[in-house]
């Protein structure tokens, strides 16, 4: 109804017609002026000059679609300050977050060893980014990619870091200073529907405007009250943790949430990229030493112990399983045994073949020999 309610133009208009139509009825009809009104004007122009009477029909409408849309906006702001509540605790609390960091200045006081920038005791959250563009001596691979090598090797609770900052990651994704100013906005949409419903009342004696309205708007005003709370508390967590990281309490207030949260994001997006692209890159290499490994060799040079331990089966926990392991590691010898023990055997006999078709051939030579002389 908002799209469609009419301006005063369109009233105009539409009165300008409805007296031209009406004096062209009273004239057909002898001095009769009492004309249908459903006659004289067309159906959509009745139906906006019905609207044209109610007073104060826009902001009615506006009012109303407030109290009716509040819910989605409320949502939204809601779950923007609860990933902001939960990103602050995954940062406090992330081990990998804090073996990472460690990691990382321990690095930086090896390659600072000497310097004025060794023996830091710490270091700011914006050097992150730069790890991945520091460059190694032979200029192969970064900083970046040396503290992933690490983290494979030895470190590996390290490589939940993604999982463990989740939300981190989706704050980043959103505008949460956004979220104060969208509050604000309902605070003073809330008084101006609260006035807006007393000037209805007044032209109307019975009305929801009198009942209904008010307790809509007040059940609002509480809400977005409650979210104001919320935002500032969450605001506060997110203070305390910049002073966890030791950050200055007059730098704190300067500080960007989204901003602060993203270089976070951004660098465990790029950390988990690398770190599987890695992790890929070993498997492939495994992958390749091991073709390289068994490539020419034929199956009678292939370890006895390997093949055994590739058909073993081990049932721990199992009544008899040490009993049933030992008879099923047999098993598997005599068998492993017995495809060497046959490939032996047929390469004697096919020894022996070719060495009697060899005898044949010169016996046959020697014989048609003799009968030549």
């Known amino acids: 109804l908002q799209k469609v309610c009419p301006t005063d133009e369109d009233v105009k208009e539409i ?53 009716r849309g509040v819910d989605e906006v409320e949502n939204d702001v809601a779950r923007g300050i609860m990933n902001v509540k939960l990103a602050v605790r995954e940062v406090r609390e992330s081990i990998a977050l804090r073996h990472l960091l460690v990691l990382t200045l321990a690095i930086g006081n090896v390659l600072n060893a000497g310097t004025a920038k060794g023996g830091a005791r710490g270091f700011d959250l914006d050097l992150l980014p730069k790890l991945s563009s520091t460059k190694t001596g ?30 981190v990651t989706l704050v980043a994704k959103a505008n949460f200073e956004q979220s104060e100013a969208t509050i604000g906005k309902l605070e003073q949409e809330v008084r ?27 059940e609002v005003q509480m809400r977005v009250a409650i979210m104001r709370a919320a935002h500032r508390r969450v605001v506060g967590r997110f203070h305390r943790l910049l002073l966890f990281h030791g950050v ?13 949260l993203g270089v976070l994001a951004g660098f465990c997006e790029d950390f988990a990229t690398r770190l599987a692209r890695e992790q890929a890159s070993r498997e492939r ?19 006895l112990a390997a093949a ?66």
């Open 15 to 67: 009165a300008k017609a409805r007296d031209a139509a009406v004096a062209a009825a009273a004239a057909a009809a002898r001095g009769d002026g009492d004309g249908d009104e459903a006659v004289v004007l067309e159906q959509a122009d009745a139906f906006l000059w019905e609207l044209s009477k109610i007073p104060a029909l826009p902001e009615r409408l506006a009012v109303w679609a407030f109290v």
């Open 138 to 167: 032979d200029g192969k691979s970064t900083l970046l990619d040396f503290i992933v090598g690490v983290v494979l090797d030895g470190r590996p609770e390290v490589a939940r870091l993604k999982d463990e900052l989740f939300h």
């Open 192 to 218: 101006e529907a609260q006035r807006a419903g007393e000037l209805f009342a007044q032209h109307d004696s019975v009305s929801p405007y009198l009942t209904v309205l008010p307790q809509k708007l007040k």
């Open 248 to 260: 200055k309490p007059e730098a704190a207030r300067g500080v960007v949430l989204t901003e602060y």
């Open 285 to 303: 290499a495994k992958v390749k030493a091991k073709k390289k490994k068994t490539l020419g060799m034929k199956i009678s040079d292939v370890d």
């Open 308 to 373: 055994k331990e590739s058909y073993v089966r081990k049932r721990p926990g199992a009544a008899g399983a040490a009993a049933a392991a030992a008879a099923e590691e047999d098993t598997v010898s005599q068998f492993v045994g017995a495809l060497v023990e046959g490939s032996t055997n047929r390469n004697q006999r096919r020894k022996k073949l070719k060495k009697s078709i060899r005898g044949l051939r010169k016996s046959i030579r020697v014989k048609l020999r003799e009968g030549q002389s």
